[in-house]
């Protein structure tokens, strides 16, 4: 038979027990929050990279880089970091920039560059769209150049007019 005090000394111990692993037990009831850090790019954005772009049109195109080389400014550093409240996963990734004489030269990192990034902007063309000639949509080319609707001269200039 059990006596009082080794009763309470059981007690006490299960109470301790639960207390110290309650933190754990109740820990998907506490809300923790995601921690997003860095520059988040989305795959259309490294897309529109191209070798020889100045360093203006890649700040346009992606934002101002979490990290410059401090003792030149020909790498650039875009970095993003993202941890997860719920189930504490982290994402990490980077994309490193390197440019010669103000303009890309290469790039390198976590994001696949697309398949037109070695060709420069100004060799590089849009893509061509093939729509038949009488389709309803497109208007038609007029070959003369007489506007539609003639202007009105207003009663001032009229009166102007009249008065030479």
């Known amino acids: 038979m ?8 059981l007690i006490s111990a299960v109470a301790l027990s639960l207390s ?3 933190c754990g037990v109740f820990d998907y009831l506490v809300y923790k929050p995601d921690v ?40 650039w550093y ?16 980077e994309l490193i920039i390197h440019f010669n004489e103000d303009k890309i030269s ?9 398949a037109d ?3 420069p902007l100004d060799q590089s063309s849009l893509p061509s769209l093939n729509e038949p000639e009488d389709d309803p949509l497109l208007p038609e080319q ?10 009105q001269r207003g009663l001032n200039e009229s009166k102007i007019n009249d008065q030479e």
Do not use: C, W
Request: net charge negative.
């Open 36 to 75: 997003p850090q860095g520059n988040y790019m989305e795959k259309q954005q490294v897309d529109k990279l191209r070798i020889d772009m100045t360093k203006e049109q890649a700040e346009y195109i992606l934002g101002r880089p979490v990290l410059r080389d401090s003792f030149s400014d020909d790498t």
């Open 78 to 93: 875009y970095v993003y970091h993202f941890k997860s409240g719920r189930d504490a996963s982290i994402i990490h990734k």
């Open 20 to 22: 110290l692993s309650g």
């Open 142 to 151: 007029r070959p003369d150049s007489k506007p539609l609707v003639e202007e």
């Open 117 to 119: 990034f070695n060709v």
């Open 2 to 9: 059990i006596n009082k005090k080794q009763s309470l000394t």
């Open 106 to 114: 290469r790039v390198e990192g976590d994001y696949e560059l697309s």
